[in-house]
């Protein structure tokens, strides 16, 4: 069969399972396949493929029928300006999260050599991020899951910057250190009721979503830690539920922290609040 057959076919598959992105996974699939880029894959729709490599595609498209992740199915995801490696151990990195690299960016210029704290590492993609454009910059990256930190040194590696980056398998409550210019954290901050009614989030491991009962449980832990962690004029970028702006800038200010934005995501959902440490 030809690879416009193998596609079609997929199409039919996952749009009679009701995945509506159904078009671009069959062409992501294919490639991964392949291995060649999707413009390659719709370059060559007349190209055969062979037999083994068929049966793969489909064994990659029944893993998506049942909600599977693309990420988690290609173990690859881009984000920023770069690519990284994912599994069911971390988050899949998100265009969302993307706001938190632009704005440490912002607050770092390119030539200076800042100490920077990232809580809740996940996959390393904020911090290896603002590592591969700040080149005097250093990290220190902690998370509570140590199958998140080996994902995350794994991608450290891949990108050549083992020796900027130091992992901690550790709580926000149970880290002492130095201070720190900046702190940035994407936190679980689901409602952990909610996280049974996400879809495809389902795949993804309940402890890098679950914030509590109010969704709050751990950001809190984390302002309270930065005002300690956080140098005087230190910053801290947080990323937050589209519906918390008001009980996290409540949290901020009663630890004497002044608000320096409020980011929106490109849903136009309150996504990411930059903070500054006043005292």
């Known amino acids: 069969m030809k690879i416009i057959d193998n596609l079609e076919d997929g ?17 992501i699939l294919m490639s991964h396949t392949l291995s060649i880029s999707r413009e390659e894959v719709l370059l060559n729709l007349e190209k055969n493929v062979k037999k083994e ?44 999260s993307e706001h938190l690299v632009e704005q440490a960016l912002k607050l770092v210029k390119k030539k200076q050599a800042k100490r920077i704290l990232d809580i809740g590492v996940g996959s390393g993609c904020l911090s290896i991020s603002v590592l591969k454009e700040r080149p005097y910059c250093k990290f220190d990256a902690i998370d509570i899951s140590k199958n998140a930190i080996k994902l995350a040194k794994s991608n450290a590696n891949l990108h050549q910057l083992s020796n900027r980056i130091k992992f901690y398998k550790r709580d926000v409550d149970n880290f002492y250190h130095d201070k720190y210019d900046l702190i940035i954290s994407n936190p679980p901050y689901i409602k952990k009721h909610k996280i049974k009614y996400l879809g495809t989030v389902s795949h993804e491991p309940k402890i890098a979503l679950d914030g509590g009962l109010n969704g709050l449980e751990i950001t809190r832990k984390i302002i309270s830690k930065s005002k300690k962690l956080l140098k005087t004029n230190g910053k801290l970028i947080l990323e937050i539920g589209y519906d918390q ?35």
């Open 53 to 96: 490599e068929e049966e793969r595609y489909f064994n990659l498209i029944n893993r998506r029928i049942k909600n599977e992740p693309i990420a988690y199915i290609t173990s690859n995801k881009s984000f920023w300006k770069n690519n990284f490696i994912t599994n069911k151990n971390a988050l899949i990195p998100r265009p969302d």
């Open 245 to 279: 702006k008001y009980k996290v800038i409540e949290s901020l200010k009663e630890k004497n922290f002044f608000i320096n934005k409020i980011i929106k995501d490109y849903g136009n959902n309150v996504r990411c609040i930059v903070s500054t440490k006043i005292k």
């Open 11 to 27: 199409y039919k598959i996952l749009k009679g399972s009701n995945i509506s992105s159904y078009k671009i996974d069959c062409e």
